[in-house]
């Protein structure tokens, strides 16, 4: 069964710092990886996928998450913190043969001090 | 182009009362899938629909709860009767396919406070 473990439910960075969200995934076959943002009272929106092609996964607003294997790891990051980062993210896992059913993380809470 | 459409965006209830959601998917996207999203977790998969076939309903409690997609567009989901812990965010997700690689396009949700 695939799972996901999102390392830290709350993490607080000041404006303008690196941002990271360690993600952890289980899986017995080869997976896609998803990041999602969620926004106050918002559906969730795509940050990035990995799916078996570059390991380094550049997405929107800035951010970028690099596949290892080897860790089993999906860590999101963003060199410089803006105060419109604040949000919940979630790291998600599916089995790249099946039809798309999204395990998703406990999620990341992410504040920005300014 | 329109996102993926859900009313009511809140709903208080008794418990015991009956209640129902709507989703209105993204024109053209004939995967629709229902979540639940419980207070500080993440969302989990309720059913998936391919068109108007149920093909993932595996984790949706039957006893009480129903979901419908006629015509293959909009869905009802519905809660009959609501208990205390059904009170979470119901999420409706559309993609263009099936495969893994089909982006899923979130609603905002219904927040759903069963007192």
């Known amino acids: 069964a695939q799972s996901v473990t999102q390392l830290g439910s709350h993490v607080s960075v000041s404006e303008g710092a690196l941002v990271l969200l360690r993600c952890n995934y289980s899986s017995s076959v080869p997976p896609y990886l998803f990041w999602y943002v969620q926004y106050p009272n918002q559906g969730l929106q795509l940050l990035l996928k990995?799916?078996?092609?570059?390991?380094l996964v550049k997405g929107i607003n800035g951010f970028e998450a690099e596949f290892k294997k080897s860790e089993t790891s999906f860590h999101l990051t963003k060199p410089s913190a803006h105060m419109s980062d604040a949000a919940e993210y979630f790291c998600?896992?599916?089995?790249?043969?099946?039809?798309?059913?999204?395990?998703f993380g406990q999620g990341t809470r992410l504040t920005i001090n300014p | 182009e329109a996102g993926v459409v859900q009313s009511p965006r809140y709903k208080i209830i008794e418990k015991k009362q009956p209640v129902a959601f709507w989703c209105n998917p993204i024109?053209?996207?004939?995967?629709l899938y229902w979540y639940r999203q419980n207070l500080g977790q993440g969302p989990e998969l309720l059913i998936r629909y391919e068109n108007e076939e149920a093909v993932d309903d595996s984790q949706l409690p039957k006893d009480r709860f129903s979901a419908e997609r006629l015509k293959g567009v909009d869905s009802t989901l519905k809660i009959q009767p609501a208990e205390l812990g059904d009170s979470a965010v119901y999420l409706c997700?559309?993609?263009?396919?099936?495969?893994?690689?089909?982006?899923?396009?979130f609603g905002p949700g219904t927040r759903l406070t069963v007192l």
């Open positions: 024109s053209g996207h004939n995967t």
């Open positions: 998600a896992v599916t089995e790249i043969q099946g039809a798309q059913k999204l395990v």
């Open positions: 997700a559309s993609s263009l396919g099936t495969g893994s690689y089909n982006e899923q396009f």
């Open positions: 990995y799916t078996s092609a570059a390991t």
